[in-house]
């Protein structure tokens, strides 16, 4: 097919032999409009540069092109590599769907009058939600409210008919701790995330179920919460390390955490896998690969922007497709065993 620029419907129509309402309908995700003639249009559209009129189509589909979120500001909510990770798989997913982000920044504590507000608004499709907590309210009230949502995580305590995607945080962590049981260790410590979030409890839940089926508990003393930053990761492990039954293994909630941890350990002369065992959650950050730590860290992954690309992906056919249904999906983490986990040091 010849390259060509600023085409416009009429022309597109002609030259592939479709009526106009057909490309409009299958631009739009349409579900009567066949897969082939789908393909057909979109591999022409993209190659032709052709990109429908923004007017047109909130006059033809009723729709805007946005998705909203809502994203949590002030003084105790400090900026987040994760949430900025995620958001950029979602909006690459947007932006080749067409779609804009609508980000509407609010205290935690106004987040549901922001949420009420933007869904009035008329100016999104849809709304995705994050930071999902224990007994999360918010979904009773995206819920009540006639607007497509997606959840990007899960909320104990909250029936689960809602539509999510989420990572088996308990599993991966049960798995990881099963691994340093194998190799011999009983005290095993545990730096989290924050204390009431959905994803810090089903992890935490993983670690002590493991430790139960093996006669063992988890020490109050030896798990803490905290922002998942290089420095709380360091505060944390000196804090575990100066125990006195310390432990010998420590599970950490993410790469930013175990680069802090790994930094309090040099400075005690103590090596991951041989001094002390080391396992984190990997979100696949760009600049926090596990290999390229001095040790290469033994991790649990699942990829953010994955997550991301897929919530998008999700919000958008929920939104051009109507649909209703709580569909449901849970990602398997993947255990990957590198050089900082190794025996239990012997007493």
Not at 244 to 267: D, V, W
Request: proline content about 5%.
């Amino acid at each position: 097919m010849e390259e060509m620029t600023d085409m416009n419907l009429k022309q597109l129509s002609q030259l592939l032999g479709i009526s106009q309402t057909t490309i409009s309908r299958a631009l739009n995700g349409y579900p009567e409009v066949s897969a082939e003639t789908r393909r057909r249009v979109m591999e022409a559209a993209e190659k032709t540069g052709y990109r429908p009129n923004a007017a047109a189509q909130r006059l033809a589909t009723g729709k805007v092109g946005s998705i909203g979120l809502v994203m949590p500001i002030g003084e105790h909510h400090r900026s987040d590599v994760h949430f900025g990770e995620f958001l950029s798989g979602l909006g690459e997913e947007a932006s080749r769907s067409g779609f804009h982000l609508v980000i509407m920044p609010t205290e935690p504590e106004n987040e549901r009058d922001a949420l009420r507000g933007l869904a009035a608004s008329g100016s999104v499709d849809g709304i995705y939600l994050a930071y999902m907590k224990n007994n999360d309210p918010r979904i009773a009230m995206m819920q009540s409210l006639s607007l497509p949502f997606l959840v990007h995580g899960r909320s104990v305590g909250v029936e689960e008919d809602y539509p999510y995607l989420d990572v088996d945080n308990e599993g991966a962590f049960h798995d990881a701790t099963q691994l340093l049981l194998q190799l011999g260790h009983t005290r095993i410590g545990l730096l989290n995330g924050p204390e009431g979030y959905d994803f810090t409890y089903r992890r935490c839940l993983g670690v002590e179920k493991a430790l139960a089926a093996n006669g063992l508990s988890l020490h109050p003393d030896n798990k803490r919460h905290s922002s998942m930053t290089d420095e709380e990761g360091y505060l944390g492990m000196e804090a575990l390390l100066s125990r006195p039954e310390k432990p010998t293994a420590i599970l950490c909630a993410s790469t930013a955490l175990a680069l802090g941890a790994i930094r309090s350990l040099n400075q005690r002369g103590l090596k991951p896998g041989r001094d002390i065992s080391l396992i984190a959650h990997d979100d696949v950050l760009p600049l926090l690969k596990p290999d390229n730590f001095s040790v290469p860290l033994t991790t649990t992954r699942s990829s953010l922007r994955a997550a991301g690309v897929r919530v998008g992906q999700r919000l958008i056919n929920r939104i051009k497709l109507n649909q209703t249904e709580p569909h449901q999906e849970l990602w398997k983490a993947e255990l990957v065993v590198r050089a900082s986990t190794g025996p239990a040091p012997k007493a």
